[in-house]
């Protein structure tokens, strides 16, 4: 009879040993003081050089051009921004499309901040704060300062990979990059497929640059 209590109690401590485990894993993560003050420094890095590219004077618009896309190529994580914005629907896209959706999407998101962040040049830009995200990620909040933009708000998501802190959504005003674009895809997607959308995307990025020529 003893040996039984004792065994149903060894049972019980291991269940709860074993819920205990798979809680810890399953809790979010988040970033620690140290974590945030580095994505913080990145993004303030980040908006020193693109208001240095802004206000050169003897730089012509198409080299202003080329490197506020340069700072976003190396500034954004594209490939994790491409399977945020295709999210379960990743997996109908072979393993070429993927690779040539993650092209024609960074192509696109250089292009449009490259377009966009041109147009703030009479602008000044201040970090406003910092917010912790589950999965480790960190918010860094901006607002736009002065001109016509005066107080519009642009908040950078960051996630490191091996240490290196990159953006991968963009709210501004409150209107995430990602959902976005992921519900412009969506009916594409559900209707002709990967080859469609690719096509709607390099045709969108081709109406960007025409348009700004």
């Known amino acids: 009879m003893q040996a039984k209590k004792k065994t149903r109690i060894r049972a019980r401590r291991s269940i709860e040993l074993a819920l205990g485990v798979i809680l810890v894993a399953a809790a979010p993560v988040w970033a620690s003081a140290v974590e945030t003050a580095a994505a913080r420094a990145v993004m303030e890095e980040t908006v020193s050089e693109v208001l240095a590219v802004l206000r050169a004077p003897d730089l012509e618009t198409p080299e202003r051009r080329t490197q506020l896309e340069a700072i976003a190529r190396d500034r954004f994580d594209f490939e994790t921004m491409s399977k945020l914005v295709l999210r379960r629907s990743w997996r109908k ?3 070429e499309q993927r690779v040539e959706f993650v092209h024609a999407f960074t192509d696109h998101l250089a292009t449009s901040y490259g377009s966009r962040v041109e147009r703030y040049n009479e602008q ?43 953006v991968i959504d963009v709210k501004i005003e409150g209107i995430s990059l ?16 990967p080859d469609e959308v690719l096509r709607r995307l390099r045709q969108k990025t081709a109406t960007l640059e025409n348009s700004d020529a």
């Open 93 to 95: 896209f072979s393993p």
């Open 124 to 166: 000044d830009v201040q970090i406003t704060g910092d917010r912790t995200e589950p999965r480790g990620d960190v918010t860094i909040l901006t607002i736009i300062l002065g001109g016509g933009a005066d107080d519009i708000s642009m908040d950078y998501r960051l996630r490191a990979q091996e240490g290196i802190w990159r």
């Open 178 to 193: 990602i959902s976005s674009f992921r519900s412009q895809f969506k009916e594409v997607l559900s209707q002709s497929g």
